[in-house]
C-alpha cells in the first residue's frame, strides 16, 4: 500500500531536487534522491507509483511549472519557482552559510557598511531555514590580527566607488615626520598580508602604491576634478608579481628560473604567477618561465626560496640577487 502518511515531505524533497537546476533529474536519479532522504528522515520507503502521485500533485495541488525533456529531465520552466514561495532551500543552506562566514571575514577588516547590512539580511533569511545541525566554519582566511591599516580599508573603497580624491597624511618607514598629498584614489589590492592604495599623486609621474598601514590620516579633497584611472590598469598588473605598478613603457620579460627536485613539486602546484611555464626537466633540476616585470616583490619572493632557485636570465636580475646574496653571506661569516 502507498505511503500516504507524510505527502508535504516528500513534495518539499522533489521542490528542493528541483530548485538545484544544475542537475540533469532523470526519473530514476530524482527518485533514488528523494527516497534517500525521505528514508533519512522517515526509516521508510515509498513506491515508484507514489513517487509519480507526488509529481502530479506539484502539477496540479501546486501549480508548479513542472515539464520533462529528454536533454533537461524533470526541471522548473520558471527559474527560482518554490512550492515553498522562496528561492532558498535546504541544499542551499549550508553553501550560503558558508559563502557568509566568508563575507564576514572580509567585513572583519572594515571593507564596508553595505557588507555589513548585506551580511545581515542574509543571515536572518537563513536562520529561517531549517537547519539539521549547527554549521561550522569550513573555510578560514589567512588575516594579520590588528593590521594598522584595516581602519582605512573601507573609507578608500567608499572613495574609490564614489570617485572622490583624496588627501593623505602619509609616513613612509624611515621618514621623520609625515607629509601630504593629494592622490586620485583607483584601486585597492592585497598583497602579502598587507592592504595598498594604486592611485595617481599630486606632482609625481605615472602611478604610486601606498600602504595602508603608513597613512596616517585621509580627507576628501575640495574642489579636485576626480581623473579616472588608466585604460590598462588591470592589465599592467597582470604582469607583475606583488604592488609595484610598472610604468607604461615596461615590458614583461622572460624571467628564467631553475629549481632543485625538492622544491619542483611546490613550485608546480602553485605557481609563482599565472604566466608560469615549464621550459624544461630533469630529475634533479625544474626550469621554468615567468613573464613578467622584475619587481622588488619578485626579488624578495626569489630571496625566500634560499639554495633551492638559480636564476638564469635575464642577467640584470641574476646579478642583483646576486649581490644581494653575497651581501647576506657577510652577515654570516665567523666572528674573530
Known sequence: MPDTKNPDLRLRLLDECLQRRQKVWTPALLLEAVAE????????????????????????????????????????????????????VQADTDVLRQALAALQQLQGLGLSDELHDLAQRVEGH????????PARQLISFEQVPDYAGARFVAPLYQAI???????????????????????QPYLLKQY?????LVGQGSGR?????????????????????????PADLA????????????????????VRLCFSAKRGPYIRTKPLHPSQQVLHETPETLEIGLGVV??????????????????LAPGS???RLGGRLLQAMEQYKPQI
Open 294 to 311: 622584475p619587481t622588488p616583490e619578485l626579488e624578495t619572493l626569489l630571496l625566500g626560496f634560499g639554495e633551492d632557485v638559480e636564476v
Open 161 to 183: 566607488r564614489a570617485q572622490q580624491v583624496l588627501v593623505l597624511r602619509y609616513r613612509p618607514f624611515g621618514a621623520a615626520e609625515a607629509w601630504e598629498t593629494t592622490v
Open 192 to 196: 602579502n598580508h598587507r592592504w595598498f
Open 235 to 254: 592589465e599592467r598588473f597582470a604582469h607583475v608579481v606583488g604592488v609595484s605598478v610598472p610604468t607604461e613603457a615596461s615590458t614583461p620579460e622572460l
Open 317 to 319: 636580475l641574476r646579478e
Open 205 to 229: 609621474p605615472g602611478l604610486s602604491t601606498y600602504a595602508l598601514d603608513r597613512i596616517e590620516a585621509l580627507a576628501p579633497a575640495t574642489g579636485q576634478l576626480y581623473l579616472p584611472p
Open 126 to 133: 537563513l536562520r529561517a531555514q531549517p537547519e539539521a545541525a
Open 37 to 88: 532522504k525521505f528514508w533519512e528522515a522517515k526509516g521508510r520507503k515509498f513506491s515508484k507509483s507514489q513517487f509519480n502521485l507526488d509529481l502530479k500533485a506539484l502539477r496540479e495541488e501546486y501549480n508548479a511549472p513542472l515539464a520533462y525533456t529528454r536533454d533537461l529531465g524533470y526541471h522548473y520552466t520558471e527559474p527560482g519557482f518554490s512550492i515553498l514561495g522562496s528561492p532558498l
